[in-house]
């Protein structure tokens, strides 16, 4: 129940193209879903959040679409530049608010904007 | 910001040797993570403590991992002895709150190899 499943592992997306990333999860009490950005040789760094208040977030040209009832969220990248060259981690958890719940990972999606 | 702090940045040990990996959280930070990052497995959250004290220590894999957190300024994950499955990026995230909801900032990690 606490996992999540993201898909594709791999993804290689013209420059100026979609990049599409999604994630499933199985737990409905989870309320809170960041994606993760990592690039080669760093850590990974929060990119957006959602919550299932709203069925859409964007920030620039990121947007997280959510489907509370197919239990679903995805990530959209506009525009992929190469600079958007990174491996790509989607997340769920319940934020009681007490620090009991953590992070649940997606395996993480590799993703490659070629020129 | 010095951001989160990780040492060594690469380790090379041999199988059976103790290992002490040393982490130093963002200053004010209330909460620290412990993951550990493979190709087969993504990304596990190993241990992680709020307010110095740990909280849930379920991911450890075996007894041969400890971690400990004696101020809010220092924390380390140690290995003894070391296998060659242990072979991982292990990386350090502190995050300024207990809420689930508040951004975990990783540390670059530390890529161990164990032969």
């Known amino acids: 129940q606490q996992q999540v499943k993201q898909s594709p592992q791999s993804l290689i997306v013209q420059k100026g193209g979609i990049s599409i990333i999604n994630c499933a999860y199985e737990n409905t009490a989870f309320d809170y879903f960041p994606w993760y950005q990592q690039f080669p040789g760093k850590g990974p760094a929060l990119l957006i959040a959602i919550r299932p208040d709203v069925s859409e977030k964007k920030e620039g040209r990121f947007t997280i679409s959510f489907n509370k009832s197919a239990k679903q969220f995805s990530l959209h990248i506009m525009d992929s530049q190469p600079g958007d060259s990174a491996t790509y981690f989607c997340a769920a958890s319940i934020d009681s608010g007490a620090g009991s719940y953590q992070l649940t990972f997606g395996k993480g999606t590799k993703l490659s904007v070629i020129p | 910001d010095a951001g989160v702090i990780q040492s060594p940045r690469h380790e090379v040990t041999e199988m059976g040797q103790e290992v002490t990996l040393r982490c130093k959280p963002i200053s004010g930070h209330n909460s620290l993570f412990w993951y550990r990052q493979t190709m087969m497995r993504g990304l596990e959250l190993l241990i992680y403590f709020n307010n110095n004290v740990p909280i849930d220590d379920s991911g450890m894999p075996e007894d041969r991992f400890s971690a400990k957190m004696p101020n809010a300024s220092f924390s380390t994950l140690k290995i003894q002895p070391s296998e060659p499955r242990d072979s991982a990026v292990y990386f350090c995230?502190?995050?300024?709150?207990?809420?689930?909801?508040?951004?975990?900032?990783f540390g670059p990690g530390t890529r161990l190899t164990v032969l």
């Open positions: 995230a502190s995050r300024g709150t207990v809420s689930v909801a508040d951004t975990q900032y």
